[in-house]
């Protein structure tokens, strides 16, 4: 009420100029200043300002005065019996009518405002909505990708797992071929102390026949009688009885000549993996279950030391 009041107060400097000029009259023509269509509109504004003007008045101070701006008419009849004057219902009317539209206009303005915002709300959430559902979808695509590709590479992986496996048991069998063969070859010149002499002599054979030098020669004796010597003094010790093929120590010594490694295999070694290294093995048998066959081997480590020995008596 107190903007309202402030915005009509804001108004009576304009008020009071068409108060003026509605009463002046063009001095020459002696006719009013307005025409008669203007002189009614500004009459009514007028009629409007000083009502509502009026109501105000009521409001606020809750009483009922007369009019301002209300003077009698000339016709009508004055005595002390006559109320004073009211604003005219039909302007109190029209006023309280002018105020209900902008009342309504400002409540059909708020449910559209609450309407629009409702649905941009709706729109808002439609439009999240369907983002959240494509990029669900855009991740579960992904993850299925993903999936596959996994299971893709899990295939290929088994696959390539698979084939190295198999080349590797290739290998295995073909190197377990010619070690079976190695061996056959060795043994079909003779097993035991005679095999033993065989393959040392090829082993020794001169050097102008591709034998070893005499340094050569003299390092493989000593290798060889080395291990048999420590297989003979200690046979229950497994470490004397196991030799890497790969070690460079025996490939330098005994392994690169003809007929090194059939000393060993003559003796009673055999081609073997220990620890999942490709070894020279000689199984000592059970002296409790089988006396006669530690007895013999015992003997082949025995006398394959006595022989080296001959051999590097010789020179």
Not at 30 to 51: C, E, I, M
Not at 91 to 114: A, C, E, G, V
Not at 269 to 295: A, H, N, Q, T
């Amino acid at each position: 009420m107190d903007s309202v009041r402030e915005g009509v107060s804001s108004l009576e400097g304009k008020i009071a100029k068409f108060r003026d000029r509605l009463a002046k009259k063009d001095p020459i023509t002696n006719k009013p200043r307005y025409g008669a269509k203007t002189a009614s509109r500004v009459t009514s504004l007028l009629k409007r300002h000083d009502a509502l003007h009026h109501i105000i008045h009521i409001i606020t101070t809750g009483h009922v005065s007369p009019h301002p701006n209300t003077k009698p008419n000339n016709d009508e009849v004055t005595s002390s019996s006559t109320p004073p004057s009211t604003p005219t219902p039909s302007l109190t009317t029209i006023l309280q009518s002018d105020i209900k539209r902008h009342q309504d206009h400002i409540h059909l303005q708020d449910q559209t405002t609450l309407q629009n915002k409702a649905t941009n709300a709706e729109q808002r959430r439609q439009i999240e909505s369907q983002a959240l559902q494509t990029r669900l979808a855009q991740e579960q695509s992904a993850a299925e990708a993903r999936r596959l590709q996994q299971e893709e590479l899990a295939r290929k992986a088994a696959e390539t797992r698979r084939i190295r496996l198999e080349h590797e048991r290739r290998i295995l069998e073909e190197e377990a071929d010619r070690d079976r063969n190695a061996v056959a070859r060795v043994l079909l010149c003779g097993k035991g102390l005679e095999g033993v002499r065989v393959q040392l002599g090829k082993m020794l054979k001169p050097e102008s026949e591709g034998g070893p030098s005499g340094r050569e020669r003299t390092s493989a004796l000593g290798a060889l009688h080395t291990l048999f010597h420590q297989i003979a003094s200690h046979p229950e010790e497994i470490k004397f009885r196991r030799i890497r093929r790969d070690h460079p120590g025996f490939l330098e010594d005994i392994g690169k000549h003809d007929g090194g490694e059939g000393v060993l295999i003559a003796a009673g070694f055999r081609y073997g993996v220990v620890d999942e290294i490709k070894c020279l093995v000689s199984r000592e048998p059970d002296l409790e279950s089988d006396m006669d066959g530690w007895s013999e081997w015992f003997g082949i480590m025995k006398g394959t030391v006595e022989i080296l020995e001959e051999e590097m008596i010789k020179g």
